[in-house]
């Protein structure tokens, strides 16, 4: 087994006071899609996923030449930018909650600071990417029956070995 390199996280996310943002299919798009640019671009290894209606875990690897920091901060704000005109358009109840008073932004999805720290061990990497896995069957949300029958998860890849965003790269490869 050779050890995860320190360019190896686990982060989350958070929609601003917890705000269900991504409740709706449209919305979790814009995420995958964001993912995927990520993955195709080069610039992460995407390893693991959830996306949740108000939160999404990621376990991700950058790229030689990118940061977390940098990766972060334009994922955030192509998908906040993304979500926030598809809220407006549809006059979504959520933008008046999703309402601030900065200087940069009068509308905004994302709290502030996410959460990442590096994995690099073996039983910290699995324990997360079960915690990502079973998220969706927590009580206060009950989004499937098993984790991989919730269809914004790599989950499905794990159980199956199908992967239906075709971004995914096993954690295996991780350990040999």
Do not use: C
């Amino acid at each position: 087994m050779r050890d995860p390199d320190d360019r190896l996280f686990f982060s989350t996310y958070t929609n601003l006071n917890w705000l269900p943002v991504l409740q709706s299919e449209q919305y979790k798009n814009i995420v995958l899609n964001s993912l995927e640019f990520l993955v195709i671009n080069k610039r992460v290894t995407l390893y693991a996923f959830v996306i949740m209606p108000n939160h999404i875990h990621l376990i991700w690897r950058m790229e030689e030449g990118h940061e977390l920091h940098t990766v972060q901060r334009d994922l955030l704000k192509f998908t906040a930018q993304h979500i926030k005109y598809g809220l407006v358009a549809e006059n979504h109840p959520l933008v008046e909650k999703l309402k601030v008073n900065a200087a940069d932004r009068k509308i905004q999805i994302w709290e502030r600071n996410g959460y990442s720290f590096p994995l690099k061990k073996q039983n910290t990497i699995l324990q997360k990417l079960n915690y990502i896995h079973n998220n969706p069957l927590k009580k206060d949300w009950f989004l499937a029956e098993t984790a991989d029958q919730y269809t914004y998860s790599s989950a499905k890849f794990y159980f199956s070995g199908i992967d239906d965003f075709g971004i995914l790269t096993h954690v295996n490869e991780l350990f040999w």
